[in-house]
């Protein structure tokens, strides 16, 4: 019965040292993430951090605007994926650094930093290299060339992103891949000679999570992302007057339908179409 009682005590004294070393633990890491915050955190308390146990204190030191050099190099040896992301995407992180995570991690692409000669090798690499390339940079040269690459997702992301040139624009404007000619829809740099392409051959629906990233109903189409684009013309918005009665309501609020495109949805079979078009100041009066 004694040697019950002895070995309970035991047990109880481990859980309560263990309990002891969680708080410990616990106090410590609470510490360190003030220091991180503290307004004169030095650059050689953050170096220190960045070899801290706690991961939240790693992700801290990882953000802060000031980290040096030093805590980045130590940074960019972890194994966690967020801290290499948010080093490869940190401002402050030294070139030579950024080429050396450049293979394993090509969110390097995104940041100005990284040296140039990266950046093209990046854009030669594998696909998930290539297409953060196509994702990120606004180099003309890169994205003419990324824009005619074999893999969708690389055209994808050249598709999307606001520095893809004119030309390049114009091309995957006619691309196979019907989503990717909806990026092309939605990239505010693309010219009207694009989406006249995009609307000569698509008009299938955008699916649930596009049409409610653009702001759209759940029915939106890819043409009427070509309606709501700022470069749209008049010959574009009368090429579409057959496209679905969400368009042509589109078309029939714009201001640069003409009268003869007003007058036909004055005319619609849809309710909301013709009421849009009988406000429409280009409506002739004896259609109102």
């Excluded at 990324?146 to 030309?167: F, H, K, Q, Y």
């Excluded at 392409?197 to 759209?216: F, K, T």
Aim: net charge negative.
């Amino acid at each position: 019965m004694v040697d019950d009682d002895e070995a309970d005590e035991a047990d109880e004294a481990d859980e309560a040292d263990e309990a002891d070393e969680d708080d410990g633990d616990g106090d410590d890491e609470a510490a360190a993430l003030a220091l991180v915050a503290a307004p004169l955190v030095t650059a050689v308390e953050l170096t220190a951090l960045a070899g801290h146990w706690s991961r939240d204190v790693l992700l801290s030191v990882a953000r802060h605007e000031r980290v040096p050099a030093e805590a980045l190099a130590r940074l960019a040896e972890s194994d966690d994926g967020e801290v290499l992301e948010l080093v490869a995407r940190h401002p402050c992180t030294p070139p030579a650094i950024l080429d050396e995570m450049a293979d394993d991690n090509p969110w390097v692409a995104s940041n100005p930093m990284t040296p140039v000669a990266t950046i093209e090798r990046l854009a030669s690499g594998a696909d998930w290299p290539r297409t953060s390339v196509a994702q990120w940079t606004d180099r003309p040269d890169l994205l003419a060339r990324l824009a005619g690459d074999s893999n969708d997702g690389v055209r994808l992301a050249a598709a999307r992103n606001p520095a893809t040139p004119a030309e390049a624009l114009q091309r995957l404007g006619g691309d196979p891949r019907e989503h990717v000619r909806a990026q092309v829809a939605r990239n505010p740099s693309a010219p009207a000679a694009a989406l006249a392409r995009v609307a000569a051959l698509s008009n299938g629906p955008l699916g649930h999570d596009l049409a409610e990233a653009c702001g759209l109903d759940s029915r939106g189409s890819i043409h009427e992302l070509v309606a709501m684009h700022p470069a749209v013309t008049a010959e574009i918005l009368a090429a579409l007057v057959g496209s679905s009665f969400l368009v042509r309501r589109r078309i029939a609020e714009h201001a640069l339908a003409t009268r003869e495109t007003i007058k036909e949805l004055a005319r619609d079979s849809h309710p909301g179409v013709r009421a849009a078009a009988r406000r429409h100041p280009r409506c002739p009066w004896y259609l109102f």
